[in-house]
């Protein structure tokens, strides 16, 4: 199981929180937030790393939203690199994009296929593939206001020691053969002697190291509750050493 304490925040209120106050927490959110309440409760859903539980999501979803609008979500946000495939497996039925032999397609809204307690699995990238657990925590009567899908809550970046000095590491630095890798902070990774083309942003997300994947703060933004801009999700001071070393 993953640590239970492993902390994030919550996209409301932006306040810090933990794992497991994050379901209860949003909810009290949500009944103060002003948003419309809906004909139909939307669907609050967790979303985990599978075996990488410190990586982790809570999200509402009306129920008229579909399968495909959440791939996308889960896309933007965590591990979208080179356009590969995705699907969900719900109650032992596949859903893809491009549904063949057995397998449904993802324009299923999600009231036809998911409900409070239901648990489900997402895969992206056949190859080198990240798996996320889902499961549906609850119905809320609140509807996201801007979006058949908003973001709630998310971890925060797990903290990873520097190699070198022990400070919170922000880098990865490969091999030449890209093999192995160690991981440094601000200060070290600047070091001359480090090729540039060896260094990596260490990205909050499962799909970290994988592919090349890399964070699109842009694309993330569209999915955060109203009034968070693209700049929120940026450290102006990271992007401009990021600029130095490479």
Known sequence: MPPRGSQGSCLLCRKTITKREAA???????????????QNPSLLIAVQGHRM????????????????????????VWVECCGHLSGFTIQGQRFTRSAECSEMDMKFPLSRVLSPGVPFLYEYDFGSTTMLDLHVVDSHPVSPPESPLCLLARNTPPKVPCDTCGRPAEFRLRDDDGESCIHLCR???A??????WCIEVISNSPRDSVCGYEEDAGAAVTWYPPGWM?????DPELEALIERIQ
């Open 24 to 38: 209860l927490h949003v909810k009290d959110c949500l009944e103060s937030s002003g948003w419309p309440r809906g």
């Open 53 to 76: 539980g410190s990586y982790w999501l809570l999200l509402l979803a009306r129920q008229d939203s579909t399968l495909a609008e959440l791939d996308s979500l889960i896309r933007d």
């Open 187 to 189: 200060r070290c990774v």
């Open 191 to 196: 070091a001359p002697d480090h090729d540039p």
């Open 230 to 234: 693209h700049e929120d999700l940026i």
